[in-house]
Nanobody, 120 residues
Framework: QVQLVESGGGLAQPGGSLRLSCAASGMIVSINDMGWYRQAPGKQRELVAG???????TYADSVKGRFTISRDNAKRTMDLQMNSLKPEDTAVYYC??????????????WGQGTQVTVSS
């Protein structure tokens, strides 16, 4: 049906940068909201940043001024530029999308997750 594939995770030093990408494919009619979530060990999954199809953006307070979310509606991709990384940003990051599929059915999809580790 629909696949969300993340890329770009890895290891970064404190103060460093990483860029995550998410590509959506499959039987997609349109994509509404998209977002990046993260889950650290022993913690609940939390919203990092979200972006609507019209470009309205929200950020978690913990990443404001450091992370930038963007999307390309034509390419069905979404990116997260992460700067000034901190050890507390270490988590598995998940791409999320609210998708209209065939027969105008609306569903939420998740990517498989990509590990981001911030450590010296």
């Amino acid at each position: 049906q629909v696949q969300l594939v993340e890329s770009g995770g890895g290891l970064a030093q404190p103060g460093g940068s990483l860029r995550l990408s998410c590509a959506a494919s499959g039987m997609i009619v349109s994509i509404n909201d998209m977002g990046w979530y993260r889950q650290a060990p022993g913690k609940q999954r939390e919203l990092v940043a979200g972006i609507s199809s019209g470009g309205t953006i929200t950020y978690a307070d913990s990443v404001k001024g450091r992370f930038t979310i963007s999307r390309d509606n034509a390419k069905r991709t979404m990116d997260l530029q992460m700067n000034s990384l901190k050890p507390e940003d270490t988590a598995v990051y998940y791409c999320n999308a609210d998708v209209i599929i065939k027969y105008l059915i609306r569903r939420t999809y998740w990517g498989q997750g990509t590990q981001v580790t911030v450590s010296s």
